[in-house]
């Protein structure tokens, strides 16, 4: 019923900031967790973050945490990434994903519903 489209990736400079915005449209969005997931090049995707859709809980990877931030905005069905102090090793497609779960496992992808096609972030030394 969701349907996913990221936007925001591009090049930048390490140490860099840059947001990602997931839009979702096709049902109810607050209900959902959303998570965002990477898969750099020759490596398997990873998870990244998450948040809750009844609640505001958030959770984070370790490699990103203290740097990366969700948020998410259910008047415009939008949730964000917030990436501070990018890493080249940060480089990577980043796709949003939805989870309707009343008890969410957020690091899990095979518990995500639905899929955006994904946004492509370079981060450059």
């Known amino acids: 019923q969701l349907q996913l489209v990221e936007s925001g990736g591009r090049m930048v400079q390490a140490g860099d900031s840059l947001r990602l915005s997931c839009a979702a449209s096709g049902g109810t969005f607050n209900r959902y967790n959303m998570g965002w997931f990477r898969q750099a090049p020759g490596k398997e995707r990873e998870f990244v973050g998450a948040i809750g859709g009844r609640t505001t809980s958030t959770h984070y990877a370790d490699s990103v945490k203290g740097r990366f931030t969700i948020s998410r905005d259910n008047a415009k069905n939008v949730v964000y990434l917030q990436m501070n102090s990018l890493k080249p090793e940060d480089t990577a497609v980043y796709s949003c994903?939805?989870?309707?779960?009343?008890?969410?496992?957020?690091?899990?992808?095979?518990?995500?519903?639905?899929w955006g096609r994904g946004t492509q972030v370079t981060v450059s030394s």
């Open positions: 994903a939805a989870d309707y779960s009343s008890l969410p496992v957020w690091i899990g992808q095979d518990h995500y519903d639905y």
